[in-house]
């Protein structure tokens, strides 16, 4: 392969000795087909590497609830990944390991008794109740535009309501992760709040609640496996670790810690709620 005299990219010329970058744009001077490796790398990102800033990340993670956080906030972020992408990157593999995992165990099921052999189903929705007795659309309690939207999707056969039950879980888990992206403001709002006297900034509470969210979907990652002793695991870690995270970032007496975050936990426990019977709503309806 003949090397190049000056930058394919940009036209640059290098002289007589060849950079290995371009002094203009910074393009690599000697172009190649790449290799597999290579090909790999560009997929998951220059970060996912043995000694990367992705596992540095993960090891900080884990092990030191709340570190990274003071961390990035001190100044030292190259590294480790971003916040922002950190988040992301579990939370999109452990969505999509919960829809390929359990997907198809989500059904109609709001209040616990779900769609029985008979054709019965019974919904609480914003006060009100809907469902199928014994094959029998009824709606009590709700507007009649809700009610008719409910009837078209339930008034089928015992094949479409199967169909039905099927698109329900996965429109539902579609749009989770955008869901709990939402919440996520909402929880640095909060942090704000709580701790308004230290006078931080408000980014600054939002790197520590992408942080906490990012080990809560691993978490999840957890209860995924359906593994007893890992998901009492992760149903035991991840309020030890919100409260150890807290305490590690904010510092202060354990006593007022404890009463921020009994406030925190039942304020967004609400909110998450709330946010999940709408989403659950929308996945109905649409």
């Given at each position: 392969m003949t090397e190049p005299h000056a930058c394919l990219n940009c036209d640059e010329p290098f002289?007589?000795?060849?950079?290995?970058?371009?002094?203009?744009?910074?393009?690599?001077?000697?172009?190649?087909?790449?290799?597999?490796?290579?090909?790999?790398?560009?997929?998951?990102?220059?970060?996912?590497?043995?000694?990367?800033?992705?596992?540095?990340?993960?090891?900080?993670?884990?092990?030191?609830?709340g570190?990274?956080?003071?961390?990035?906030?001190?100044?030292?972020?190259?590294?480790?990944?971003?916040?922002?992408?950190?988040?992301?990157?579990?939370?999109?593999?452990?969505?999509?390991?919960?829809?390929?995992?359990?997907?198809?165990?989500?059904?109609?099921?709001?209040?616990?008794?779900?769609?029985?052999?008979?054709?019965?189903?019974?919904?609480?929705?914003?006060?009100?109740?809907?469902?199928?007795?014994?094959?029998?659309?009824?709606?009590?309690?709700?507007?009649?535009?809700?009610?008719?939207?409910?009837?078209?999707?339930?008034?089928?056969d015992a094949k479409g309501l199967a169909r039905e039950a099927a698109a329900f879980s996965q429109r539902f888990l579609s749009n989770l992760g955008a869901a709990m992206f939402v919440l996520l403001p909402l929880f640095a709002a909060l942090l704000k709040l709580l701790y308004w006297p230290r006078r931080m900034r408000y980014t600054e509470h939002l790197v520590f609640a992408l942080h906490l969210h990012a080990f809560w979907f691993l978490a999840i990652g957890l209860l995924i496996t359906q593994v007893d002793a890992l998901a009492t695991l992760a149903l035991v870690a991840a309020p030890v670790y919100g409260l150890l995270a807290l305490r590690r970032v904010y510092g202060g007496r354990w006593w007022p810690l404890l009463?921020?975050?009994?406030?925190?936990?039942?304020?967004?426990?609400?909110?998450?709620?709330?946010a999940l019977a709408l989403l659950a709503l929308w996945a109905l309806l649409f």
């Open positions: 002289g007589d000795a060849r950079p290995r970058y371009c002094p203009a744009c910074g393009q690599e001077t000697l172009i190649k087909p790449p290799t597999l490796l290579e090909f790999a790398q560009q997929f998951g990102g220059s970060y996912i590497a043995a000694e990367g800033a992705l596992w540095r990340s993960l090891r900080l993670l884990l092990f030191k609830p570190e990274i956080t003071r961390e990035y906030l001190a100044g030292r972020r190259r590294r480790y990944v971003l916040p922002l992408r950190l988040y992301l990157t579990i939370s999109v593999l452990v969505l999509l390991a919960l829809r390929v995992a359990g997907g198809t165990n989500v059904t109609m099921d709001i209040d616990g008794r779900g769609l029985a052999a008979d054709k019965t189903l019974n919904l609480s929705l914003l006060g009100g109740r809907a469902g199928l007795k014994e094959g029998s659309f009824y709606c009590q309690g709700l507007p009649p535009g809700l009610c008719h939207r409910l009837q078209t999707r339930m008034d089928l009463l921020r975050t009994a406030f925190l936990a039942l304020t967004y426990a609400i909110a998450i709620g709330l």
